[in-house]
């Protein structure tokens, strides 16, 4: 388990290695060191001196990924690659293109971000898990067939419908909370209220109707066969045989959206106005600062690397006939 | 008049052409053919592939683009010829200048008046405040009581018109399908809906704005209809670009294993760490940095929003093909450990013949199932990104701009409700259609859901 | 019908229907099950013996329906009663086992839980008492050490071990009444004898009533009392065992019986020049392991085996599953790499050959696949299928190449009518024939038959077989012929090899193996060979 583990840890750096090179080529193909001066000082102040004293300043006057004026392995660290994505591997963000420090800025707007997700993910998938299995009690009947459709039909209206809605009815006309906004002290979870409800009714329609399906799957199994033939009833087959093996899939499903806890929120965050990560990440592309953006990237592959790395873990926990090594 | 031939309207073409080949030689094998009898053996399979063709066919009318000839202003002396820099569709001249009837501001459907006071003078050239009357509708009317009758009245002409024009359409097509086994009567019912509506759409919307105007001034309903060529082409476009790039690495790394596999799966896990929504964004806003350093590309604001439009596919479709991939290459693993395949290798066969003759054939049902599963997620993903800012560019008429430009006006009092509206209506329509039309798809074709009918 | 006192079970008229084919399954079965007897239900794929067993304890799938009979249990009828009461009668009065235990059992539930949540359903038993009677059932069944095994997990178990697990799960609250669905059909032949043993050893101890449904006319022989063949629905034939053998009344039933292998019918032993020749052979497979995926240590697959096949000879490779047999054949297809030894056709050595210098080879040596639905893809036609070989390996003009599918065709008794249709469209035995019909339109020299007929119904199996034999005598075609069932080993094989992990354990002329095995595992596998003896089976035929 141990040996698994550290080799997963292993192959996660070529795999981190590959997403900060192709973020920084992203960005380099289309947008030079030059251009990013030019933005960033304001088309009035542009002259050749400022931009290369901009570019000095900020560490981008050197080549992109090799530099044939340095020596020895100096080569390849003397270049803005290196200096600027490489370090990112011993979590030193640095600073913004606007020179704010990127690590603290992440460290405060976690919590909010973290806030908001948490309850949504965790009451999202309990109510999930409950429609279906109450679903599949009336399977093969007509209204199973109704109810489906009907998951169809929320899985069909955009996200953005339902946070519009949310805040209209919910915060506008029956005024139980506030439209937006947030406060880390005193009555915050007033504000938290509207975003979680939003995020698990947004949800409702394709998590339930995914759980209904895998549920089902496992109804067809022989297993379940032989526990109707000890004389198991029903609901004691559902809870004690088709629960249990179908967590294995809702698991792999589950963990791997861990990371977009931290992520995720982006819509939510900027219409409810809350300073979050998401909220972050909005203003960074929006003001292209591209420090900011690497990080973010760099900071979401771990995650979803990590998120890999628990699902096998939480698959061994499931499935006792998984061994991993 | 100056046919003008934009990116996308080509791509466009050249994908629906594709298509039709690609059907017509899955005509030849006999189990494609019944999947697909399966799918169109229900009503919703009917109705929903029914749908699913108008807003295909809207998007196509409105792909087929054109500058109108100005006319020549009087006095000067030239041969030459000017174009609008408006660029029209053939779907602008079937809504019988829809588009062009602007107003000040907003304005709720069937309204004949403004939204918004504004100060008038009257006769005397006094200064007062109300709500001035709208200037493309009801201009006919005597009095403004007459409203209703008169819509009614309109109405009624209409759907006499929609259900003659159905009668004809539906009639020649029973001519030809009445011996046919499967529910074609559905898709009559729908043809017939969906013509009268648009039948009383065209014939009342120079009187009225069914849909009211959006801050701008601009016709609502006209906007959704504009949001629906955006909506099919996104949907299908980065899907397709998407496909060659999926299905060639998925099949090399199932096929071959061993450094091939590594390498692949090396890349599509390096591309699906990433967030996506974080590389569409970049990738979306570094291609718009791009498009403002050199505005000489374009010579109108269409071709300019049409470049972005074709970037974002091609982001799309390359940020989304490592779950397709991964989906081939574990079915590429499957079908190569088949005995089939073992045998073709006891026979000599080459690769490339084996891979084309027995894995491509036997993967396209993920394909296809992928497909219309991407086409509706793709559709609501636009409207999120166009919310977001990285999306369809502001000049080309897209649901989630209208949502995006509507979103604070829930807030007015009153409500301004119909942007929100029809925007949802329009988009809700055709999700539906296409997520209820890829269950069915994909109950057909999934060998496991077939196989359990099957011994059921 | 008066119930006998010892009549436990019986079942009138039983009609079932598929609810969207509208097809009948069942068209009125009827029978009684007895109490310290085993009845058979016997029948091939598709005969509606597992829909009965299924039907009466009303756990048909959603598709088909009962639509007529009574089941009486103790003066029950089991159609009436609510399912409230039906989930008492389930596991309490009558029990069930399946076919493949692995699939049967709950993955993610201890055996031991699985047992226990039987006594937990129907008895007020719980704690140490619950866990104490789990563990006197194990004892019951064979499980040894039954304290350690009762938190296994069933993956951790063999195939035997799975099944045992599952007819102590089905005792636990002391039925009367045993419904046994295929229990043996997927053990290995040595296993499928101690599970039928411990079978029968309890429906006497316990005085149960036992209906055994099975295909395998040599398991109805050793294990049942009295037998009824099953075909389409309807029950054809019942009989007692002894006088049903001896007499079969059926023409269908007399084919079944005579599908039976006949211990006195040699081939002649072999002489002639080798064909192909396999020196030392291994094929290893690699395990890895530890942070680095550093090789650690290899399956041996195949570890070192030698034999030679004569032009026109029939070498059969008998093994149970996981033997490596299927692996050896691969080998000599070439699809699988040899990490060792040399492999010889014809005085040359094609183990070591490129792609483009095998090709020659490639038409001398063909295969034929156990399952003949994954071996044809789906999407071609037969006439495309048989083609695959033809227009890679041969160069034939296109009249030469008209004929030959015709003949072809004609060959293995389909008809040239069958060249544009599909293989879904063509059942097992005749999926078979193309198979034969493939590999020989190269016109090969060695067939590989990985297991051709397992996957068959045995009145289809011995068509096929036949076939091959023609075949062999009009063409001198030399076969190794891969296979776990020594049953069909006489009367075609000339020469016989045993593997074990791997290994040749044995190899000898036919008659020398079957008649005086020498190792240990040969005699084991023989003995564990359910056969009608000889003396009847050629009474029943010569008559």
């Not at chain 3, 005085?347 to 210098?357: E, K, Q």
Request: aromatic share 10%; with cysteine.
């Amino acid at each position: 388990m141990l040996i698994y583990i550290i080799r997963r840890l292993f192959y996660a750096i070529p795999i981190l290695l590959g997403v900060n090179l192709l973020t920084f080529t992203l960005f380099f193909v289309v947008n030079s060191p030059d251009d990013m001066a030019v933005s960033q000082l304001g088309a009035k102040y542009v002259t050749p001196e400022a931009i290369h004293s901009w570019k000095e300043k900020n560490g981008y006057d050197r080549p992109l990924f090799y530099n044939p004026d340095a020596a020895g392995s100096d080569a390849l660290t003397e270049t803005i690659f290196f200096s600027k994505s490489l370090r990112l591997f011993a979590f030193d963000f640095g600073r913004s293109e606007s020179g704010r420090d990127i690590t603290t800025d992440i460290s405060t707007r976690m919590w909010p971000s973290l806030a908001v997700a948490v309850p949504s993910f965790v009451v999202g998938i309990w109510v999930n898990i409950c429609v279906a299995l109450l679903v599949v009690m009336f399977h093969a009947t007509r209204l199973d067939r109704w109810i489906v459709f009907v998951f169809v039909a929320m899985m069909s209206i955009s996200y953005l419908f339902y946070i519009i809605g949310g805040q209209y009815l919910v915060a506008k006309t029956w005024r139980l909370v506030p439209i937006s906004g947030f406060h880390a002290q005193g009555q915050f979870w007033k504000f938290l209220i509207l975003p979680v409800l939003v995020g698990v009714v947004a949800g409702i329609g394709a998590g339930a109707r995914w759980y209904r399906t895998l549920f089902l799957e496992e109804a067809n199994q022989d297993y379940v066969r032989t526990a109707r033939a000890k004389g198991a009833s029903e609901i004691r087959i559902l809870f004690r045989h088709i629960l249990p093996n179908a967590l294995i899939p809702i698991l792999t499903g589950i963990v791997v959206l861990i990371p977009s806890l931290f992520m995720g929120g982006l819509l939510i965050e900027s219409f409810f106005g809350i300073p979050g990560l998401g909220s972050y990440m909005l203003d960074a592309i929006k003001s292209q600062d591209f420090a900011i953006v690497r990080s973010m990237v760099f900071i979401g592959s771990i995650l979803y690397i990590i998120g890999l790395i628990l699902t096998d873990i939480s698959y061994t926990w499931a499935d006792p006939r998984l061994r991993l090594d | 008049m100056k046919p003008l031939l934009l990116w996308s309207d080509l791509l466009i073409y050249v994908l629906v052409l594709m298509l039709c080949l690609f059907f017509l030689r899955l005509r030849s094998d006999p189990q494609t053919r019944e999947h697909w009898r399966r799918v169109f053996s229900t009503r919703l399979g009917m109705v929903t592939f029914t749908l699913i063709l108008v807003y295909v066919g809207i998007a196509l009318l409105d792909s087929l683009h054109f500058r109108r000839a100005l006319e020549p202003v009087a006095g000067t002396q030239s041969s030459e010829r000017f174009y609008d820099n408006q660029v029209t569709s053939a779907l602008d001249v079937m809504l019988g200048g829809m588009g062009e009837r602007f107003e000040r501001t907003y304005s709720s459907p069937f309204a004949l008046i403004s939204f918004a006071k504004e100060n008038m003078k009257d006769e005397n050239g006094a200064l007062y405040r109300d709500f001035p009357q709208l200037e493309h509708a009801g201009r006919h009317l005597s009095a403004p009581a007459e409203r209703w009758t008169d819509v009614l009245k309109k109405s009624i002409t209409a759907l006499i018109w929609g259900l003659l024009i159905s009668a004809v359409l539906v009639g020649m097509q029973w001519a030809f399908l009445r011996r046919s086994s499967l529910p074609w009567y559905a898709s009559w019912l729908t043809q017939t809906t969906v013509i009268c509506l648009a039948v009383w759409l065209v014939l009342i919307s120079p009187y009225y704005h069914v849909l009211g105007t959006d801050r701008g001034g601009a016709d609502v309903a006209y906007q959704s209809i504009k949001g629906v060529r955006t909506a099919v082409l996104l949907g299908t476009l980065a899907t397709l670009i998407m496909l060659p790039i999926a299905v060639t690495l998925g099949v090399m790394a199932g096929y071959f294993k061993g450094r091939v596999d590594d390498v692949v799966q090396y890349l599509y896990t390096t591309m699906s760490s990433i967030p996506g929504i974080l590389l569409i964004a970049a990738s979306v806003l570094l291609f718009q940095v791009y498009i403002d350093l050199h505005p000489d590309f374009f010579s109108t604001g269409m071709e300019k929003a049409d470049a972005r439009f074709i970037a974002l596919c091609f982001i799309l479709g390359v940020t989304s093909w490592s779950s397709l991939c991964r989906l081939i290459r574990g079915e590429t693993l499957k079908i190569s450990q088949l005995e089939f395949v073992q045998a073709a290798h006891a026979f000599g066969v080459s690769h490339s013949r084996i891979v084309t003759r027995h894995i491509l054939p036997n993967v396209v049902h993920i394909i296809l199932i992928t497909f219309v599963l991407d086409f509706s997620s793709l559709v609501l993903a636009e409207a999120v990104l166009s919310y977001i800012g990285v999306g369809i560019d502001p000049a080309m008429g897209s649901w989630g701009n209208m949502i995006n430009s509507a979103r604070s006006e829930l807030s007015r009092e009153p409500v301004v409700w119909w942007t929100l509206s029809g925007a949802f209506f329009f988009m809700f329509v055709l999700v539906l259609a296409a997520n209820l039309f890829a269950d069915l798809v994909r109950d057909a074709f999934d060998p496991r859901t077939g196989s359990r009918v099957a011994t059921a | 019908m008066m119930a006998r006192p010892n009549v436990l079970m019986q079942v009138q008229d039983l009609r079932v229907k598929g609810l969207e084919t509208g097809g009948t399954i069942l068209n009125g079965v009827s029978f009684e099950l007895k109490a310290g007897e085993i009845f058979a239900l016997v029948g091939e794929s598709g005969s509606g013996k597992s829909v009965t067993s299924l039907a009466a304890m009303r756990l048909l799938p959603a598709a088909l329906a009962i639509t007529g009979g009574e089941v009486r249990v103790a003066g029950l009828d089991l159609f009436e009663l609510p399912e409230a009461d039906m989930q008492t009668v389930r596991g309490e009065r009558v029990a069930m086992i399946f076919q493949n235990a692995m699939s049967a059992l709950n993955p993610v539930q201890t055996v031991g839980e699985q047992v226990a949540e039987t006594l937990r359903l129907h008895t007020s038993q719980r704690g140490s008492a619950l866990r104490q009677q789990v563990l006197q059932l194990f004892a019951e069944v064979g499980i040894k050490s039954p304290n350690e095994r009762y938190s296994f997990y069933p993956h951790q178990l063999s195939g035997g071990q799975q099944q045992r697990v599952l007819i102590a799960m089905a005792l636990a609250c002391e039925p009367n009444i045993l419904i046994a669905d295929e229990p043996t059909t997927a053990l290995d032949v040595t296993i499928q004898q101690q599970v039928l043993a411990l079978i029968k050893g309890l429906t006497r101890s316990r005085q149960l009533a036992v209906l055994l449904i099975t295909h395998d006319m040599s398991v109805v022989r050793n294990t049942a009392d009295e037998v009824a063949v099953m075909y389409r629905g309807e029950i054809i034939e019942q009989a007692a065992v002894d006088a049903f053998f001896r007499n079969p009344k059926e023409a269908y039933s007399r084919r079944l019986i005579e599908a039976l292998p006949n211990l006195a019918d040699f081939h002649s032993a072999f002489e002639g020049e080798a064909l192909l020749e396999l020196d030392d052979v291994k094929v290893h497979f690699p395990v890895r392991k530890g942070i680095l995926q550093r090789i650690s240590d290899y399956v041996r697959a195949v570890d070192g085996v030698s034999l030679s096949i004569g032009r026109g000879e029939t070498y059969a490779l008998v093994g149970e599953s996981g033997s490596g047999k299927s692996t050896l054949g691969r080998a000599i297809l070439n699809l699988d790499r040899i990490s060792a030894g040399s492999i010889t056709f014809q005085g040359v050595s094609i183990h070591s050959l490129n792609r483009r210098a095998l090709l020659p080879y490639r038409k001398k040596i063909q295969v034929i696949f156990q399952n003949p639905f994954s071996s044809m893809n789906p999407r071609l036609t037969l006439r495309e299928i048989i083609y695959e070989g033809v227009d890679s390996l041969m160069n034939l003009s296109g009249i030469e190449r008209e004929q030959r599918i015709t003949v072809l065709l004609d060959r293995v008794q389909l008809g040239a009518e069958f060249s544009q249709r599909y293989p879904h469209e063509l059942s097992g035995g005749q999926l078979q024939r193309v198979a034969i019909a493939r590999a020989l339109a190269v016109e090969p020299e060695l067939i590989i038959c990985d297991e051709p007929t397992s996957a068959l119904d045995v009145s289809i199996r011995a068509e096929v077989l036949e076939l091959l034999q023609e075949l062999q005598s009009e063409f001198g075609v030399s076969y190794l012929f891969i296979t776990h069932d020594l049953s069909i080993v006489p009367g075609l094989a000339h020469r016989v090899g045993v593997m074990q992990s791997g290994r040749l354990v044995e190899q000898g002329t036919a008659e020398e193996i079957l008649t005086r095995p020498q190792h240990p595992y040969t005699q084991a596998l023989l003995a564990s060979v359910p056969r009608v003896d000889a003396a009847e089976s050629t009474d029943s035929t010569g008559e």
